[in-house]
């Protein structure tokens, strides 16, 4: 029986992917596929409005396993590897990173190809591929466009390790919590998510991706045609609108 490298877990609309392979969370091509059909199974699970993506023990992702990046293999490993944010992007959940110990090179594009990205103080990243005369594939297409072009051209040129609060402070990281309260924090925003309408998360999620490389008028229309058609015809769109109006909170059916 093949080794087990990801667990999931399912409780109150949320899943929780853990990476463990310890004690770096190196990701081989067998764990890989094995996060790919993870997240394809979050398909079967209507009611999940979140997924958390963390590593077991004391580093979320140190990278890729240098010994499935050979030259008979690095083909089929960057297909696997970045199928994973494929999936991640149709899949109708709103997927956070919580990165509590080292996310390094693959780990910390991983960690940037979910939708938001939250860490503890202690936190470090960094793209040390460059230091094995190498680049990092998705780094290079996604930081320019999330942060600053001359930060990301900085962060992938030189492979320093860079603090949470750096990338904070450039938009890469959406919130830093103190070490001994990661958990209860993470545990606190997660729920302002599950707190909301599955459905509108979605279509929100599904607006920003879907405009996102388009240009401003193209991004505008498709955006429209989601609040038109999709969005106005949800009862909890409607439930919210009325919930507003008589200064209540809102009674989602996530419908």
Known sequence: MPDKFVDSTYADGVATITLDRPPQNLMNIAMM????????????????????LRGNGDAFCGGVDLADHTRDKVSRMLQVFHRIFETMRLVDVIAVAAVDGPALGGGFELAIG????????SAVFGLPQIKMGLFPPLA?????????????????????????????QFGIVNRVFPDAEFDNEL????????????PVL????????????ATYEEGLYKVENTYLRDLMSLEDSQEGIEAAREGREPRWRDA
């Open 33 to 52: 596929e094995q996060m790919n059909s993870a997240v394809l199974a979050l398909r079967d699970h209507h009611e999940l409005k979140v997924l958390v």
């Open 202 to 213: 979605q279509l929100a999620k599904r607006a920003q991706l879907e405009s996102y490389y």
């Open 140 to 168: 290079a297409v996604v930081l320019p466009r999330a942060g600053l072009r001359r930060k990301a051209m900085e962060w992938i040129l030189t492979g320093d390790e860079i603090p949470s609060s750096e990338l904070q």
């Open 114 to 121: 979910c939708n938001m990205v939250v860490a503890s103080e």
């Open 187 to 198: 545990l606190r925003f997660v729920k302002k998510l599950t707190a909301k309408s599955g």
